[in-house]
């Protein structure tokens, strides 16, 4: 499995692509110039993954949304697009340097979509308990999780406590470019990480989940 930007070979992957994604003209800018403009342009989110995260956002009326990992901010601006007028997007990442030089200017050419995101700046883990610690459990519609591996279970956690019942929390690249599939003792700590989120999902009673073969994977978990 693998995004369909670093698969454009792949016949089942384009056919799916095509009939799949709806990108606007922000969206298409963005992931074209974080491609040419970033070495580390395999971090961005697959497009037939966020257009599902898109759907879901409608499907279950959203209006508050987690987005872990800003990386360019396109998961925040997809998030933007779909939300309503008054959505709100907290988004988060430890460096914003990619933001600032390849995102930012793009986003800033649509300020109806720029007003719903707040990006946070500073480890997730931390920001995460400071909205729980200010009472905001219970009170978020939606989350992804794209970041750092190691933290995957700790956000997938947090994120659970700030969702209300009925939320879903996407959870990316959870085939990890088919590593997990692999003999466990081969895994190295970032593939360790997301077989063991994979796994604490599953066995997860406050949560409905389904393992997808989106993109590089794409864990989905509905709160009870």
Not at 84 to 113: A, M, R
Not at 122 to 143: S, Y
Not at 206 to 220: A, E, I, N, R
Request: glycine share 6%; with cysteine; charged share 25%.
């Amino acid at each position: 499995m693998s995004k369909s930007f670093e698969n454009p070979s792949d016949p089942i992957v384009d056919y799916c692509t095509k009939v799949t994604v709806k990108q606007t003209e922000a969206e298409k800018e963005l992931e074209d110039a974080t491609i040419k403009k970033s070495s580390h342009y395999s971090m961005l989110g697959a497009p037939e993954v966020l257009q599902f995260g898109k759907n879901f956002i409608h499907l279950i009326g959203a209006k508050r949304v987690l987005d872990i990992g800003t990386f360019t901010g396109a998961s925040a601006l997809a998030w933007a697009i779909a939300l309503p007028s008054d959505g709100e997007i907290q988004s988060f990442d430890i460096n914003h340097s990619s933001l600032k030089s390849i995102g930012l200017p793009i986003i800033q050419k649509h300020p109806d979509l720029e007003k719903k995101i707040s990006f946070n700046l500073g480890p997730a883990v931390e920001k995460l308990d400071d909205l729980i610690a200010k009472g905001e459990a219970g009170k978020f519609d939606f989350a992804f999780i794209d970041a750092d591996k190691e933290n995957y279970t700790n956000y997938y956690k947090k994120c659970m406590k700030l969702l209300r019942s009925g939320g879903v929390i996407l959870v990316d690249n959870a085939l990890w470019n088919n590593d997990v599939t692999k003999d466990s003792s081969t895994f190295d700590e970032t593939t360790k990480a997301i077989d063991e989120c994979n796994k604490y999902i599953f066995a997860d009673d406050s949560s409905y989940s389904t393992l997808l073969t989106l993109g590089d994977g794409l864990h989905v978990a509905f709160k009870k």
